[in-house]
């Protein structure tokens, strides 16, 4: 612990202090007050032996500003600048003066104390003392407005007592190029002093401070510009500063008086130096104080070390008993190793006799490999081979289902060429099929006709007579009502309306009977007919399907396409001859349909039964098979009430 450091920190004022920091800090302060106090002295000389024909400007700002405005006025472009030191340049002015531009240093410390403001206050001053003018240097910017960097210290009103801006103050504003393009584009209608007077913030209250002793410089203008520019400048300081004259002696006199103002105030900055000297001392104590504290602190900590240090020894002696166990351990360890190693060894030798062998085994399986390839490669050619002729046979099957219909273009041609051609007989042997029902139907019809002929001409014959019998009883039986009242009037004239009308009806009687003969046998036929369509469209249907699985497997499995072929055509076999048998047994249904029919009308035909009954069962039976006849039989009874409403 003697051979570290120690550092102590106090809190004094609500801030923690660091004892070697206010050393250091009480040793910086002694050093800089017995600096002030030699420059003072040193300072202190007066400057009445200089030439009077000297004319000394101090220039004030940052940057490319301040370097463009003090070559404009040396002349020279190589002055350079430093943000640190105070530089100088001098030129010999045509009337045989010397120009000496002094350029302005930036203070810029972390630390913010009194002590570091005065100092540099006392630089800028002792810079005043000697200076003529102090030219404060602005930039006109792209939208227009002023950049300015001013010092507190230099531009306040009350630095050192004296009105520094006011009584020597003249400000530069660079970039008078772009001033004058915003007057020639109609931005600023007003000139440069009137522009100025209407300018806000601290450029705008500096024109006024300066009594508006102000000048525009265009830093990219010719040599000619520029030194008529410089002429201007010294021209203002001359007749608005010096008023009207050179320097003189009467200035140095007042830099004499200024220095014994500052004398003064130096006097009052001991006084400060020693208050915070005293200050000092007192927070020393209170570290004296701290340091003792921390002493007791450090005997404590020792006390602490010597215990821990005995509790160290007593374990390194457990430390070398474990050292000598782990020694023994580790030589054990090394045999062990030593085993292994030579198991490792042989392990590796059978390791790589495996490694022959297995290697021995690899050219063989590479040889069947090989062999397996090419095996393979034959199989694959013989199968490419095989797709390109079912792709030949697809592309065949694709046109001709084309030809067919839009929903069979993506199948076989050939295939559906087969199933057109078996559906076209198929249809062609129906149709036969049909004519010769046909056929049979009309020589049953003619057959018909040629008895019903008979038949009719005997029906009329003894509906004539009967009906005349029947008009000769009536005339006969009832001569009176022909003398009664209206009403039986109208009952006579009904009457005989309906004596009249039964002739009529005899006679149509067969042929509405034929006629339904017919119209049954025509039910049946398109019975038969959409019951056939019904067959074809499903056999077509499958056949459809079948053909889109074939097109599928044909891309997926093209092996097993020629298998599900021969079933299909099996199918289609079996689905043939159920249609076949069907349409057999249709054939029979409806002879027996039809026979059974006519039969039917032949058996009415037949009864021992008066007209009007057969008329009746007919139009019972037109009420139960068609619906058109049922309309019919609702007309004739509207014909009959209308020709009753008219005899009424």
Not at 225 to 248: A, F, P
Not at 551 to 559: E, Y
Not at 578 to 586: K, P, T, V
Not at 628 to 635: G, H, T
Request: hydrophobic content about 40%; some cysteine.
């Amino acid at each position: 612990m003697s051979d570290k450091t120690v550092r102590c920190h106090l809190e004094i004022g609500g801030r923690s202090w660091d004892i070697e920091f206010l050393n250091n800090s009480k040793s910086m302060f002694d050093k800089a007050r017995d600096a002030i106090l030699r420059s003072a002295d040193a300072k202190r000389v007066s400057k009445i032996d200089e030439m009077a024909s000297q004319l000394r400007v101090w220039l004030y700002g940052r940057g490319m500003w301040i370097k463009e405005t003090v070559s404009a006025l040396l002349g020279r472009k190589d002055f350079s600048l430093s943000d640190s030191q105070v530089q100088q340049g001098a030129v010999t002015l045509p009337d045989g003066r010397l120009l000496q531009v002094t350029t302005a240093f930036y203070t810029e410390h972390p630390f913010s104390s009194d002590l570091v403001s005065l100092v540099s206050e006392k630089r800028i001053s002792e810079i005043l003392n000697g200076s003529h003018a102090v030219i404060l240097v602005m930039e006109i910017n792209s939208d227009l407005s002023l950049s300015s960097f001013l010092p507190k210290q230099v531009l306040s009103k009350n630095t050192f007592r004296k009105n520094v801006v006011k009584r020597r103050g003249v400000i530069v504003v660079t970039r008078g190029d772009r001033f004058r393009e915003a007057q020639r584009k109609g931005k600023i209608s007003v000139s440069f002093v009137d522009w100025m007077r209407n300018y806000r913030g601290i450029p705008g209250a500096l024109f006024e401070e300066t009594q508006e002793r102000c000048i525009l410089f265009d830093n990219a203008g010719s040599e000619d510009v520029l030194n008529k520019q410089r002429d201007e400048l010294i021209h203002m300081i001359d007749n608005r500063v010096l008023g009207g004259g050179h320097y003189t002696d009467m200035k140095f006199k007042e830099a004499e008086l200024f220095s014994r103002e500052l004398n003064t105030d130096l006097q009052e900055l001991k006084q400060k130096v020693r208050k915070n000297i005293a200050s000092l001392e007192g927070k020393s104590q209170k570290t004296e104080t701290c340091l003792k504290h921390m002493n007791n602190q450090l005997e404590g900590l020792q006390e602490d070390l010597k215990e821990k240090t005995g509790a160290l020894q007593t374990t390194l002696g457990n430390f070398d008993r474990d050292s000598k166990e782990a020694a023994q351990r580790l030589q054990t360890l090394e045999t062990q190793l030593i085993k292994l190693e030579k198991n490792c060894a042989t392990d590796s030798q059978e390791a790589a006799q495996r490694f022959q062998t297995l290697e021995t085994q690899l050219i063989k399986l590479e040889k069947n490999c090989a062999t397996d390839s090419q095996e393979a490669a034959q199989r694959f050619q013989t199968l490419e081979t095989q797709l390109i002729k079912l792709e030949k046979n697809c592309a065949t099957d694709s046109q001709e289902a084309e030809q067919r219909s839009e929903r069979l273009e993506q199948f076989t041609e050939l295939e559906c060429k087969k199933v057109s051609e078996k559906a076209a007989r198929d249809s062609q042997e129906l149709e036969k099929q049909i004519l010769e029902l046909k056929k049979q139907v009309l020589q049953e019809k003619i057959e018909r006709k040629e008895e019903t002929q008979t038949n009719r001409d005997r029906i009329e014959g003894i509906r004539d007579s009967l009906l005349w019998e029947r008009i000769k009883s009536l005339a006969s039986s009832y001569p009176q009502l022909l003398h009664t009242s209206r009403i039986r009037k109208q009952l006579l004239i009904l009457i005989l309306l309906v004596l009249l009308l039964l002739p009529l009806l005899s006679s149509l009687w067969p042929v509405t009977s034929n006629s339904l003969k017919e119209i049954t046998a025509l039910d049946v036929r398109s019975d038969l007919r959409s019951y056939v369509d019904f067959k074809v469209e499903q056999a077509v249907k499958r056949i459809q399907e079948n053909e889109k699985h074939l097109f599928g497997l044909n891309k997926t499995d093209p092996n097993n396409v020629s298998k599900i072929r021969q079933e299909m055509t099996e199918q289609f076999t079996e689905v043939k001859e159920r249609l076949l048998n069907e349409i057999a047994d249709l054939n029979g249904d409806i002879k027996k349909n039809i026979t059974g029919r006519i039969l039917v009308w032949d058996k009415i035909e037949s009864l021992p039964l008066s007209l009007p009954l057969r008329m009746v069962l007919t139009l019972l039976l037109l009420l139960l098979t068609t619906v058109p006849f049922l309309l019919a039989a609702l007309l004739i009874l509207q014909f009959l009430l209308s020709l009753v409403l008219l005899g009424v």
